[in-house]
């Protein structure tokens, strides 16, 4: 697999290389024509284990390709050699193209990338625009010490107490089976901190409309005293964890 990454990266370097330009590490695609036109898409690999670097090319290509968005794919680089490189887990270039983007889509693993690279990642999230996570993302960035920004970190239990012990969203949209859903369900939804939001897809009240479980796990977070109900769009229902934040 890693001659197979390598051969990838010499690709991508030829195909966004000009005769005259200096090689670049990461793949810009133009968007052609769609409902994205004009609109920018950053999508962030770097893991180990389920090949984001093969993935989020192939995304982009037909978000540009077949919605007109302009996107740029980066990637985890070996510095010495400028090679796609996974398992680095210190440098990401190109994420100064967060500038401009509408949409930041990120698929990294424990990264613990330099305060310059970082910076661009929490000025974005800074502006409140939106991210799709993949995967791994749910623990993005393992950043070790007092660096600056630590508290991106995985399991963060640092001096900023409103990053510590958990998430502002979870989103269940998992198996439909009923020890999938209470999976789900049990290992998540403690972690949604008070005033976060709890979303589960596929909620069916009538059992000829599709599967009980999603609808008896809104039923288990109605009744336990954590959630309020805040609205249904199709089959998506959110609620509201209670409680004030500490």
Not at 60 to 87: E, M, Q
Not at 140 to 160: D, E, M, W
Request: with cysteine.
């Amino acid at each position: 697999m890693k001659y197979a990454s390598k051969l990838l990266v010499a690709l991508f370097t030829v195909a966004t290389v000009s005769a005259s330009a200096a090689p670049k590490q990461w793949l810009d695609y133009k968007g052609k024509k769609g409902p994205g036109k004009g609109k920018s898409i950053v999508l962030i690999s770097g893991d180990e284990e389920y090949r984001s670097e093969e993935a989020m090319p192939l995304l982009a290509s037909i978000l540009s390709r077949h919605h007109g968005f302009n996107c740029r794919v980066v990637f985890a680089i070996d510095p010495k050699s400028g090679i796609v490189d996974p398992n680095n887990r210190n440098n990401i270039p190109g994420l100064e193209a967060l500038k401009d983007a509408d949409l930041m889509v990120i698929g990294t693993r424990f990264r613990d990338l330099p305060d310059d690279q970082m910076a661009h990642i929490d000025a974005y999230l800074q502006t409140g625009k939106p991210v799709i996570g993949m995967r791994t993302a749910t623990h993005a960035f393992n950043i070790g010490g007092n660096k600056t920004y630590a508290h991106y970190s995985n399991g963060y239990n640092g001096p900023k107490k409103e990053w510590q012990g958990g998430f502002g969203m979870v989103f269940i949209d998992g198996g439909h089976s009923l020890n999938a859903a209470l999976t789900d369900y049990r290992a998540w939804a403690p972690h949604v901190l008070p005033g976060g939001i709890l979303a589960i897809h596929d909620v069916f009240p009538d059992p000829a409309c599709g599967g009980q479980a999603p609808f008896t796990i809104w039923q288990l977070a109605t009744q336990s005293g954590l959630f309020e109900p805040l609205g249904t769009q199709d089959t998506l229902r959110g609620l509201r964890r209670l409680g004030r934040y500490r």
